[in-house]
């Protein structure tokens, strides 16, 4: 076994023991809070007795160890427990909502990545000349407005004044395919727009990076024209921190999907847990976060493996 | 020194110190009260409402400065938090060094592989929606990111000659921390303190528009697009005033946070 392999299977052990602490941390930030959760979930005005029953259902009568286990070993095997509110399976209710966030946001990513390289690279092309100012002004002040704001004003733009667009992303299976993406286009402009800012600046930072390198200067004096030194000689090896990137604003779309789901009442993932949330449904909240976490953690080991993978110095040990 | 100041840091400040003294004059300059109902529904702009109502007929410019004041307060307390927690804990690790560090350390990185927004949610599911409870939660969760940034500065702080000689001379680790390391750490920390408040205004909007943040009837920024976001597939605006109150302030906030930043770091010995 070759340095790399020991370092991405160490990465991949580390990521699990990750996974695993993190669904401690989720059901300790349920439990050790102040106050009686059985309470919280119900209100002031509960009777004694539906506080008794509720407490029954939760098992809070047992350890909380005994409990954590107890639920670990449901997640493990895929079952997720039921929620409170209305009594459904709660995996099963998982599913299709996964799957359809799972879509939007691949949608966007196939949008925005091969965008945001593009620009990247326009950006270092023209670096310090108006397209370059042009495109981080812009992408400031996208960084700038909450997802939800960017949400809102496309809707009212180019969703109710142009009509382009439907406002509300009421998706269902029936439909197809076309009729789909008309359906999610704004939801996914909206994601576009806030990961295209981060993954542009970063893409910029990583390739600029790369033509400080001699043998850049070195393609220069050749007299090579920028555009082939940029594609030809910068892009090849900045590769590995441009996959990095991507995959961090990637785990970054997770959580805007949250937001933009609720805007644009898209049934997903996001909105299942905000719901939940406000609704105090806990077996729902805490599968809903650590499905999010297991996502965001995933998508970070993968983008700390691609970039030990592409790194050269490793592929040839000593 | 007034003279020194760019041009685009002034227009920060500008709009910046506007944005605070409507925030703590709000009860003077607000036309209404601020959960008064003055008129119809969604009335449009005119010389007694300046920017129209609500969807219950409250003024919209009240609403507006009040939930800037709201916002601000809850931004700014959280940002004071985070910066308090995150330093002092990220200096003691820098300080002590050995296991606390690496518990303090490995603790951060662990509440950081969760995205905040979700970890928020998880929380609050179990808490009463409040606004201490709420800052409380945003500042601890935010003070990760400060913790981080303190502790890098501050290891590098610890190893300087005047450091080694305040040890030799026997102080104690209160003084090492707070009269050597602080006010040598303040530059890149203040410069920070400006991203983390507009990540905080953004982050109590993006609560309180899922309906988990500020209550009504109290406004706020995030509260007023939750209020008014029916409005907008009428053609009805207004809830879009908010995004323009927050992308201002967030904007001018970083022009003062880059001009910070410029300004210490082109100081001998500050970091880069």
């Given at each position: 076994m070759g340095p790399t392999m020991t370092l991405v299977a160490q990465r991949l052990a580390l990521g699990i023991l990750l996974l695993f602490l993190v669904s401690i941390l989720i059901f300790v930030g349920t439990l050790?809070?102040?106050?009686d959760v059985a309470q919280s979930i119900l209100g002031q005005s509960a009777t004694p007795e539906a506080l008794a029953n509720l407490r029954a259902e939760l098992g809070l009568n047992e350890p909380a160890v005994t409990r954590y286990f107890d639920w670990l070993g449901g997640v493990l095997t895929g079952d997720l427990g039921t929620a409170l509110t209305n009594g459904r399976d709660i995996a099963e209710a998982m599913g299709t909502r996964l799957s359809r966030t799972l879509f939007l946001a691949f949608w966007a990513a196939v949008v925005a990545v091969p965008l945001a390289i593009f620009l990247g690279l326009l950006a270092v092309r023209y670096r310090d000349r108006w397209p370059d100012k042009l495109i981080s002004a812009i992408t400031l002040s996208t960084i700038s407005i909450p997802e939800f704001l960017i949400g809102y004003v496309l809707m009212y733009f180019v969703g109710v004044k142009l009509g382009w667009a439907p406002t509300v992303a009421n998706i269902h299976d029936g439909m197809s395919l076309g009729q789909k993406l008309h359906t999610i286009a704004l939801p996914v402009a909206v994601l576009t727009l806030v990961v295209l800012a981060h993954m542009m600046r970063m893409t910029r930072a990583a390739i600029l990076n790369v033509m400080q390198s001699a043998y850049i200067e070195t393609a220069e004096l050749k007299g090579l024209p920028m555009f082939q030194i940029i594609w030809k000689h910068a892009f090849p090896n900045s590769i590995a921190p441009v996959v990095n990137v991507v995959m961090l604003n990637l785990a970054y779309l997770v959580v805007g999907v949250v937001v933009v789901e609720v805007v644009f009442t898209y049934p997903g993932m996001g909105q299942y847990l905000v719901d939940h949330v406000s609704k105090r449904d806990l077996p729902v909240v805490q599968a809903c976060g650590l499905v999010f976490a297991a996502v965001y953690i995933g998508l970070n080991m993968i983008a700390d493996i691609v970039s030990i993978l592409a790194n050269p110095r490793l592929r040839h040990p000593k | 020194m007034i003279k020194n100041i760019p041009f685009a840091a002034a227009i920060g400040l500008f709009f910046t110190s506007l944005y605070f003294l409507a925030a703590i004059f709000a009860p003077v300059i607000a036309p209404y009260g601020m959960a008064e109902v003055v008129g119809?529904?969604?009335?449009?702009?005119?010389a007694d409402h300046l920017l129209g109502t609500d969807n219950i007929g409250r003024d919209l410019l009240t609403r507006m400065i009040y939930g800037g004041q709201t916002t601000i307060f809850i931004a700014t307390m959280a940002t004071f938090i985070s910066f308090t927690t995150g330093s002092v804990l990220g200096f003691l690790a820098a300080v002590l060094g050995g296991w606390a560090d690496q518990a303090l350390s490995r603790f951060v990185d662990l509440v950081m592989s969760i995205p905040s927004l979700i970890l928020a949610l998880v929380i609050l599911?179990?808490?009463?929606?409040?606004v201490p409870v709420l800052v409380l939660v945003m500042g601890l969760l935010d003070s990760t990111r400060v913790f981080r940034l303190a502790r890098a500065v501050a290891v590098d702080i610890n190893v300087m000659d005047y450091v080694e000689a305040a040890k030799l001379r026997g102080e104690g680790r209160v003084w090492i921390i707070f009269r050597e390391i602080l006010p040598n750490a303040l530059s890149p920390l203040v410069a920070e303190m400006g991203l983390r408040f507009i990540f905080m205004v953004l982050f109590i909007s993006t609560l309180s528009f899922l309906g988990l943040g500020v209550q009504p009837p109290l406004a706020d920024w995030g509260g007023i697009v939750k209020e008014n976001k029916d409005g907008i597939v009428y053609?009805?605006?207004?809830?879009?005033y908010p995004a323009v109150a927050i992308a201002t302030l967030a904007i001018s906030v970083n022009l003062v946070a880059d001009w910070v930043l410029n300004r210490t770091t082109s100081l001998k010995g500050g970091r880069g």
């Open positions: 050790i809070l102040p106050g | 119809g529904v969604w009335e449009p702009a005119s599911s179990v808490m009463p929606v409040t053609g009805i605006g207004a809830a879009l």
